[in-house]
């Protein structure tokens, strides 16, 4: 059984920061590529950031500067630490493990899998 569970959202006003962890269970993540979306309401889901097993890092234009994702593999857990956050970031963010080789696509919820629930991030005044 593989899955993924998401949690550390919550409600933060622009400019304020969050840690989202990424817990996996059923299999071990520090053979994979694990990456980060976000899904607004009537958006699709896009990516945001992916981690490949390696430990290099990749960020959609948007986020780059004030998200960084990390992996902690003794704890099974991917985490994203998102700063200077802006209304336009709210979303339920999700994480998943990549289907190839590092983070290739990863900006493409096709080439990724077993997908958690998500954790809702809101950012207002």
């Known amino acids: 059984q593989v899955q993924f569970a998401e949690s550390g959202g919550g409600l933060v006003q622009p400019g304020g920061s969050l840690r989202l962890s990424c817990a996996a269970s059923?299999?071990?993540?520090?053979?994979?590529?694990i990456g980060w979306f976000r899904q607004a309401p009537g958006k699709d889901r896009e990516g945001v950031s992916c981690?490949?097993?390696?430990?290099?890092?990749y960020y959609v234009d948007s986020v780059k500067g004030r998200f960084t994702i990390s992996r902690d593999n003794a704890k099974n857990t991917v985490y994203l630490q998102m700063n200077s956050l802006k209304p336009e970031d709210t979303a339920v963010y999700y994480c998943?493990?990549?289907?190839?080789?590092?983070?290739?696509?990863?900006?493409?919820?096709?080439?990724?899998?077993?997908w958690g629930q998500g954790t809702q991030v809101t950012v207002s005044s």
């Open positions: 998943a493990q990549h289907l190839g080789l590092y983070c290739s696509g990863y900006r493409s919820p096709s080439r990724f899998t077993y």
């Open positions: 059923g299999f071990t993540l520090d053979h994979y590529s």
């Open positions: 981690i490949s097993a390696g430990g290099s890092t």
